[in-house]
């Protein structure tokens, strides 16, 4: 849950506010290679390597489909009232939530969400760290006066 709230502000507050500050100095015609666009895109860097790690952590696969869930929801909601899906947007009259709406209208979000739901779908992200109980060389699962070659076979 840690993980999915800290996803989810990261997305907002830093992909927010890169996207801002970003289409600001598109419209001014001021280079994105100045340093306020070079600092936007680290920005949005680092978001997409949180985003990327989390991916790939062996973390619970919540940690990234609750955010993902709740882009491809917001982007429904702009589907069926997109008046509504502007008004709840936080902070909207800052750059962050400016930023958010900018993703949010420009179909980023119902990108990121699918991608971040595609980790539910993988089995082996549910599966304990610990091993399986079928390969344990304990000997917990020994059959009493059998060998372990001979209890594969029976």
């Known amino acids: 849950m840690v993980f999915a709230v800290a996803l989810a502000v990261a997305i907002f507050a830093g992909g927010g506010w890169g996207v ?10 001021i280079s ?11 920005v949005l860097l680092l978001v ?6 989390l991916m790939v952590a062996p973390v619970s696969p919540l940690a990234t489909a609750l955010p993902g869930l709740m882009m491809l929801a ?9 008046q509504l899906a502007a008004r709840i947007i936080p902070l909207r009259g800052e750059e962050y939530g400016a930023g958010f709406r ?13 991608l971040l739901i595609c980790p539910v779908f993988v089995p082996s992200r549910w599966r304990r760290r610990g091993g399986d109980d079928a390969e344990s060389t304990d000997g917990e699962d020994e059959i009493p006066g059998r060998p372990a070659q001979t209890r594969l076979l029976s």
């Open 20 to 29: 801002s500050h970003m289409t600001r100095l598109a419209a001014r015609n």
């Open 32 to 42: 994105l290679t100045s340093i306020g666009g070079l600092s936007a895109l680290g």
């Open 48 to 53: 997409g390597l949180f985003l990327g790690i």
């Open 74 to 82: 917001w982007t429904g909601l702009l589907g069926l009232n997109a």
């Open 102 to 114: 900018t993703m949010l209208v420009s179909g980023v979000l119902v990108v990121l969400g699918t």
